[in-house]
């Protein structure tokens, strides 16, 4: 999760049109108005449970809508206040706004996008792209958008694809398509990739998207640093050479951004940037989509380097499962829990697929030479849970089209002159 780029801190929400008063009559009436709202939302709310609760109706436990480490989780506690700091972390799943872990995100004009460390436009972003997306709430489910930033953790070529199409060794990586989709059937070795993935505690990565890219030499792979060496730097189990001084200060551990070219002798890094999470400010509230374990402390840690804290006792997670976590920043990278959703959220809110028709198609290149010594394959690395999901209807952001308004032509009304014809004499 590379740190979005500074923005100006006193950005406020759009500006919002000026509030007339209303008379004391008009007020009378919102008032009686008001107060029978209030009475219908309550009875709404005592026959509604709220999402954290099991269905069976007891607060917190392990049910259809997830595990609590309190009860209400988010929607009893009321911690997403409006104008409250919000940091959302996963999967985009839809346009219209920027719909990431079920908030929709509202956008305009001064929406900051980076991908990939570069400037880019919200028309650039995709369904399936992992976001970070940092703004304020404005309602328990939605929010405003002051920043979107994208990071393909893998850029590469591919070496090999398996006869099902889902998953492949890309830079190295294994890669196992989310919810059993084929997303690399229509690729074949060499071609070259941007990969929108999460990383398991096993090693492998669990993709939501696969892009073909135009055929080129360059690498990028961001993940832990797993040795060093004079001259050698290996990434995530992946090898490459490095000039004398980009390793200075690198350590084994540390989670960086490394980037490059793909030679006939192998990768050739050319930078290599530390890239740790940090997801906000001490008190923003978060919601992050990963594959979380549970470690012999008792926190609940991703192969990222994010850890959360104050889970419900007895909750053992293996890291093999797609986890949302709600809760407040108490560092950048360390999260107080609030609430956890473990049960099918792949299918639960996310409305596009990980790929559209042309998003993943054959290489226009031969295959390149080895250029990368990874981790052998594991031989049985499980695949993520999850349904099958169906190819969106739009994988891009929506446009709205001004109705422009022919405008009406008066046509004149002409009368037709009267001609007289001569009589003969």
């Known amino acids: 999760m590379k740190p979005a780029p500074k ?15 209303p008379g004391r009559a008009a007020r009378g009436r919102a008032a009686a108005l008001l107060g029978l709202a209030v009475a219908v939302f309550s009875l709404c709310a005592a026959a509604t449970p709220a999402r954290a609760q099991a269905s069976g109706g007891e607060p917190g436990g392990i049910g259809g809508t997830g595990v609590s480490s309190g009860p209400g989780g988010i929607g009893g506690t009321g911690i997403a206040r409006p104008g409250m700091p919000i940091t959302g972390y996963g999967p985009i799943q839809a346009f219209g706004s920027v719909f990431v872990n079920g908030r929709e995100y509202a956008l305009n004009g001064r929406t900051l996008v980076v991908i990939d460390g570069a400037p880019a436009t919200v028309s650039s972003l995709r369904v399936g792209e992992t976001a970070e997306v940092k703004g304020v709430v404005t309602t328990p489910r939605s929010g405003y958008a002051r920043e979107i930033t994208v990071v393909h953790p893998i850029i590469g070529p591919v070496s090999h694809i398996a006869a099902d199409g889902r998953s492949a060794i890309v830079l190295g990586q294994h890669v196992v398509a989310a919810h059993r989709q084929a997303l690399f059937s229509g690729l074949r070795a060499g071609a070259l990739v941007a990969v929108s993935a999460l990383p398991r505690p096993s090693g492998d990565w669990v993709a939501q998207r696969v892009t073909s890219l135009p055929p080129g030499n360059r690498f990028q792979l961001a993940a832990e640093v797993t040795s060093l060496a004079p001259g050698r730097l290996a990434v995530a189990g992946t090898s490459m050479q490095a000039p004398p001084g980009l390793t200075a200060g690198l350590a084994p551990g540390e989670r960086v951004i490394v980037s490059g070219t793909i030679t006939p002798q192998g990768l050739l890094a050319a930078a290599a940037t530390p890239a740790p999470v ?28 994010l850890a959360a804290s104050g889970a419900p006792a007895g ?9 949302e976590i709600q809760g407040e920043l108490t560092a950048a990278d360390s ?3 609030d609430q956890i959703d473990t049960e099918m959220l792949d299918a639960e809110d996310l409305i596009g697929a990980p ?3 042309g998003s993943v198609g054959p290489a226009a290149s031969s295959p390149p030479e080895e250029t990368s010594a990874g981790a052998a394959p594991k031989s049985a690395i499980s695949e993520p849970d999850g349904a099958l999901e169906t190819a969106p209807a739009h994988d891009l952001p929506e446009v709205e089209t001004p109705e422009v308004e022919s405008p009406e032509i008066e046509t004149p009304d002409l009368e037709a002159p009267e001609i007289e014809t001569p009589s003969k004499d």
Do not use: C
């Open 7 to 21: 923005t100006n801190p006193d950005m406020a929400l759009p500006p919002q049109p000026p509030v007339q008063r």
């Open 335 to 337: 999260i107080a829990i």
């Open 355 to 357: 790929a559209r028709a």
């Open 315 to 323: 909750l053992d997670l293996n890291g093999q499962h797609l986890v």
């Open 278 to 305: 940090a997801l906000g400010a001490p008190g923003t509230l978060v919601e992050v989509r990963g594959y979380f374990q549970t470690s012999a402390k008792g926190q609940l840690v991703t192969a990222d380097g």
